[in-house]
């Protein structure tokens, strides 16, 4: 079975068809989006994560992971829609995954 890292806010393992999941589930509460991505990375241990998965800020952790890590696929569920909210970061977001997305 595949083993899938899956990121999220809710200490609730999903269950996906397929996946062995392993949750990391992080208490956003008090820090920065920079220090969580930092967090998660180093609780991964390791760059040949193949499979990555997230829920709301957990996707977005994970999509920003991506670059730092050796994917073969990205399971995103609900990306946090307070980053959507603010025109400056939705529009930087939409640019990232452009370009993530012609590589």
Wanted: no cysteine.
């Amino acid at each position: 079975m595949k083993k899938l890292i899956f990121i999220s806010p809710e200490n609730k393992k999903p269950n996906i068809k397929g996946f062995d999941v392993k949750l990391i589930y992080i208490d956003w509460k008090y820090k920065t989006l920079p220090d969580l991505v930092d967090e998660v990375y180093n609780r991964i241990h390791s760059k040949e994560i193949v499979y990555l998965g997230g829920f709301s800020i957990g996707a977005m952790i994970a999509l920003i992971l991506s670059d730092r890590l050796n994917l073969k696929k990205m399971i995103l569920y609900s990306p946090s829609p307070f980053l959507s909210k603010t025109k400056k970061i939705s529009k930087a977001l939409e640019e990232y995954i452009s370009k993530k997305i012609r590589k």
